[in-house]
């Protein structure tokens, strides 16, 4: 009979997990490394697309008038990403990963569309100012939410319903046209997605022992790489409205 308390056998044991660990971690990296890789390139295609509207005179008067307001096509354009998002999210279980991955980049191309006049309100030299303070705020939110071993779980409600009373508030603005209530709602839309990126990144990483090893992971990659796009596209725009300098 062997004996269960040889201390050869405990150490062979311990090593055995140790690697099962670093493997499970290795894992974890590169699923996250993937998660991060789509998108820094959804937010890249979202600025190269932004700036070659804007750039082509021709192509920026398909989507906006030369008052900046937009046309048909820019309504659907503008539109087009919503229903994309829901898209990805009722048809998760249904879609091919490929079909995620090209309805993604469709959204970040389309998204660039929409924030092609930010170059018509704001000098570049302050979009690319904003553009590196939120990559730094983002990274290292980011970073938070990935390494921290409190549980952010109770964020979720809290964030989401102030994400709510974002787009109540803009919404309202619309006919109220007042700069109070939109420097409200801009100071509390930093505060919001910067709480959701820390949140975001934690739920991502949790995620990944749901996933691993199943043929989910992938499209779990891909759909967490939109939550984050849209955390970082959401801090740009918001961040913008109090560092960008009118063009």
Known sequence: MANNMDP??????????????????????KYMLGIYNYMASGVLLT??????????????????????????????AMLSPLAIILAMNFGLQRMQESTLKALFW?????M????????????????????????ASFGALSLYGYTTKKDLSAWGRFLFMGVIGILIAMIANIFIQSSALQLAVNIVGVLVFAGLTAYDTQRLREMYYQ?????????????????????????????????????
Do not use: C, H
């Open 8 to 29: 050869r056998l405990a150490a062979f044991r311990a090593q055995a997990a140790g690697q099962a660990d670093a493997g499970f971690d290795a894992g974890l990296r």
């Open 47 to 76: 600025g190269i697309v932004a700036l070659l509207v804007y750039s082509t005179p021709a192509l920026f008067a398909v989507f906006f008038n030369e008052i900046g307001r937009p046309t048909l096509m820019g309504w659907a």
């Open 106 to 110: 469709g959204f970040a191309a389309l």
């Open 112 to 135: 660039g569309v929409s924030m092609s006049t930010i170059f018509a309100r704001y000098t570049g030299a302050s979009i690319a100012q904003t553009f590196f303070v939120t990559a």
């Open 211 to 247: 996933v691993a090893g199943s043929s989910f992971a992938g499209k779990a990659a891909v759909m967490g790489a939109l939550t984050l796009y849209l955390n970082f596209i959401n801090l740009f725009q918001f961040l913008l409205s109090f560092m960008g300098n009118r063009d």
